[in-house]
């Protein structure tokens, strides 16, 4: 079964995504700060120019100033559309290793959802930050994305093709001859075809 090995591997290359960029915030094509998916999750302290703050009062859309530390700092809030896609992924990675159907449906729909909570991350935050700052901040999806993306789809791909395989098993084996085909000697155990008379076994006749 290569889900077995395809579904942890896409998971284990989803997990290191979330250490590469994924988003170029620029002001005005200043670049501000590159954010990688973790850095979402964790939130992450930026050190942009003063007048970028005070001009365009970054407090409203979701990076604050910090009073308590040097003017030239501000920070981008634990998003949480991406802590939940992360919890996606990591309750993907771990259901990668449960088999059978139930493994590949729930695996499907925790990377359905993990791909919904990323999509929405991005309107959220050109919502946030671009339209509020009336376009003056820019932000540049980066590949490590776009590849979280692709790979979560590749991951609900994956884990899809297994389960209408593994029902297509199920179609086959409900076409082997059913038990009540065979029946089993009462003295020896031996499996024995119903209509035998005496076990092919050990010869004792069957009851009626
Ligand atoms: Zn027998």
Known sequence: MFR???????????V???FLPWVNVSCQNYKIASISGIQFVTGKTLEEPQMFKSQFGMGQYGM????????KEGKIDPQLYVILALVCVITGLVLSFVKGRIGSLTTSISAVAGFIFVILQKFKLENELVQ???GLIQLDFLLGFYLTLLL???AVAVNVYSLTQSEASVT?????????????CPECGAKNEAGNVFCKECGTKFPE
């Open 4 to 14: 077995r090995v395809i579904s942890p591997a896409l998971y284990g290359l989803i």
């Open 16 to 18: 290191i995504c979330f």
């Open 64 to 71: 604050q100033n910090v009073p308590s530390k040097s003017p």
């Open 132 to 134: 509020k700052s009336q």
């Open 152 to 154: 979560l789809l590749a």
């Open 172 to 184: 086959t084996s409900v076409k082997k001859p059913p038990e009540s085909a065979f029946k089993f």
